[in-house]
């Protein structure tokens, strides 16, 4: 199963930008479909932006133009740059990667621990 480490939260002001890692173990990194996903106080879990095995991205409305995932299968890494950061942007961010068939074997998905991310003046 792959290990999943994220990194990069903190507090920053309205407009400003932060920029995600999250680390990955295991060696078929490159197959999984990875996500990001935040939870604010109160409030479900929800997408923010997924990257598949091809490369494709795919983004919650509420970040399109503002938020941009990117991996980098030779390091192991996906990154989530966020810029214009908003308040309702505060959440704990979490990277998932996603249970995928490989080689004809099922790996499972796992997650990070989260990161905190507050915007706030």
């Known amino acids: 199963q792959v290990q999943l480490v994220e990194s990069g939260g903190g507090l920053v002001q309205p407009g400003g930008s932060l920029r995600l890692s999250c680390a990955a173990s295991?060696?078929?990194?490159?197959?999984?479909?990875m996500r990001w996903l935040r939870q604010a106080p109160e409030k479900q879990r929800e997408l923010v932006a997924h990257?598949?095995?091809?490369?494709?991205?795919n983004y919650a409305d509420s970040v399109k133009g503002r938020f941009t995932i990117s991996r980098d299968n030779a390091k192991n890494t996906v990154t989530l740059q966020m810029n214009s950061l908003k308040p309702e942007d505060t959440a704990v961010y979490y990277c998932?990667?996603?249970?995928?068939?490989?080689?004809?074997?099922?790996?499972?998905?796992?997650w990070g621990q989260g990161t905190q991310v507050t915007v706030s003046s």
């Open positions: 990257i598949t095995a091809d490369g494709n991205t």
């Open positions: 295991g060696s078929i990194f490159s197959r999984y479909t």
């Open positions: 998932n990667a996603e249970a995928t068939w490989y080689s004809g074997h099922l790996y499972p998905g796992s």
